[in-house]
């Protein structure tokens, strides 16, 4: 699986949007980027994920490169209930279904 | 609230012993997961069930086993504790209707937190 790699913490304001940067140079083409987070102990939860086009859902965006070797994660309005590790992971579309986690981004979210 | 189940959700116990972990998948999800983390180790992949059967297999030690029933719930069982095996164990579900796709997103439960003394 392709390598990620993410800054180990980051501070954004609340009502600002949070911008989370991963890079995974060695992306091959049939590899998914996947972010999910992970809230003090509880169990990580999933937020979006993309290929190649950018995406959207109700938590967040996900900014894909053209040239796939780095993405940014978008939480729009950020709020003191987003303050968790993200992890940025990289998944093969087939074959390898477990999820390698590295240390991901620790986000705090300042009032 | 994802839709997975675990329980217990804390449990206490010595060395030596042996423990279940119970996992309920998300209704339909065919796969189940179990991922263990520890302090030093992260988050780490152990091993994958799909509709009853063994699919995958990661950093499982030999006195850890799991299975997946019938009804497709899961067990993780871990035997011979030591110190080390202290963490927290999570488990998660997908469809794996797209077994083998990507696109089968998986969903984690709340853990099971372990402490070993």
């Known amino acids: 699986d392709a390598k990620t790699t993410q800054p180990p913490s980051m501070d954004c304001a609340e009502g600002r949007a949070a911008n989370l940067p991963c890079n995974h140079s060695?992306?091959?083409?049939?590899?998914?980027v996947y972010w999910y987070r992970q809230i003090h102990s509880q169990g990580p939860q999933y937020i979006i994920h993309g290929l190649k086009n950018n995406e959207t859902n109700e938590m967040a965006s996900l900014i894909i490169t053209e040239d796939r070797k780095s993405s940014t994660l978008i939480l729009p309005h950020a709020t003191l209930r987003d303050t968790a590790v993200y992890y940025c992971i990289v998944r093969p579309n087939f074959g390898n279904e477990k999820l390698t986690f590295g240390t991901g981004t620790r986000l705090t979210i300042i009032p | 609230d994802s839709g997975v189940t675990q329980t217990p959700k804390h449990l206490i116990t010595a060395t030596g012993q042996r423990v279940t972990l119970r996992c309920s998948p998300r209704?339909?999800?065919?796969?189940v997961y179990w991922y263990q983390q520890s302090l030093d180790q992260g988050l780490q992949f152990l091993i994958q069930?799909?509709?009853?059967?063994?699919?995958a297999k990661g950093n499982i030690l030999e006195r850890f086993s799991a299975q997946q029933f019938p009804d497709l719930h899961s067990e993780l069982n871990l035997s011979s504790l030591e110190l080390g095996d202290s963490a927290l164990y999570f488990c998660a579900s997908s469809t794996g209707i797209l077994a083998g796709f990507s696109t089968d997103t998986q969903y984690f439960g709340p853990g099971t937190r372990l402490t070993v003394l």
């Open positions: 069930y799909y509709n009853g059967e063994e699919r």
């Open positions: 060695t992306i091959s083409g049939n590899e998914y």
């Open positions: 209704s339909g999800d065919l796969s």
